[in-house]
């Protein structure tokens, strides 16, 4: 993704630990996959990485840096 620092600096930090780092969109940025807005944003930083969620939600993916990109829509 080339413009990967700029859509980070429109986002709310929420989580960053070894396996992943999470961002919440509080300003309805366009989802780089689908173009629609997204709700958060969760970089896998390990290759194997589980992911809990609370419910059913659809999701669009995208690599950065080697690292896999969830985009989160509600």
């Known amino acids: 993704m080339d ?9 709310t ?3 960053d630990n ?4 999470s961002y919440q969109n509080t300003t309805a940025v366009a ?6 807005p997204f709700d958060d944003m969760v970089v896998c930083k390990q290759e194997f990485t589980s992911l809990n969620l609370d419910f059913e939600m659809d999701l669009c993916a995208t690599i950065n840096d080697g690292n896999v990109v969830l985009f989160t829509h509600k």
């Open 3 to 11: 413009d990967f620092d700029e859509l980070l600096s429109s986002l």
């Open 13 to 15: 930090p929420r989580e």
């Open 18 to 21: 070894e396996a992943i780092a």
């Open 31 to 36: 989802c780089p996959s689908c173009a629609e």
